[in-house]
């Protein structure tokens, strides 16, 4: 194998490019995304309000265990949690649900209060949820809403 001189600046023999030593060779352009409805998936993921969302919904249908909501919560509402993921409210039959939708009100800053629908198969369910910012900057889940049963952090 024959290697490239740095001060003659010539290519091996059996080398049939035209890139010298130490370019990198070109590629071609990303194809452009189709523009979809609302944010893309990977962009709407990294808002706080969905984030939360798909946790809870995972942990409320049982598809997560009440621990993996340990870190994100402030106050009496992962003991809440704890309380309430049992019952599985979120559960449906053979379908598992997901975030169809996720809006949020700010209130002040540092606060969001935010709602979601969560649709399996026909059946949709609504889940109310408020997050507080720390002095970290990190959002923890401080209350959560459905169907008549309240979690709430306290205050």
């Known amino acids: 194998m024959h290697h490239t001189s ?13 890139r010298g030593p130490g370019r990198a060779a070109r590629r ?7 523009p979809g409805p609302g944010p893309a ?5 990294r808002l706080p309000r969905y984030w939360f969302a798909e946790r809870l919904l995972s942990v409320l249908s049982g598809h997560r ?13 992962y003991e809440q949690l704890v309380r309430l993921a049992p019952g599985t409210p979120l559960r ?20 969001i209060e935010a709602f979601a629908r969560i649709a399996a198969g026909e059946q949709v369910r609504a889940m109310a949820f408020r997050l507080e910012q720390g002095r970290d900057l990190r ?3 401080a209350a959560v809403e459905l169907g008549g049963e309240r979690v709430t952090a306290g205050v």
Request: aromatic share 4%; proline share 13%.
């Open 6 to 18: 740095a001060r003659t600046r010539t290519k091996p023999g059996d080398r049939h490019d035209s």
């Open 28 to 34: 071609p352009a990303a194809p452009p995304v189709a």
């Open 41 to 45: 998936a990977g962009g709407r993921s």
């Open 65 to 77: 265990p009440v621990h993996w909501m340990l870190g994100h919560t402030i106050g009496d509402a």
């Open 92 to 111: 449906t039959n053979g379908l598992r649900p997901a975030v169809r939708h996720c809006d949020e009100y700010v209130p002040r800053p540092g606060v």
């Open 139 to 141: 959002w923890r889940c």
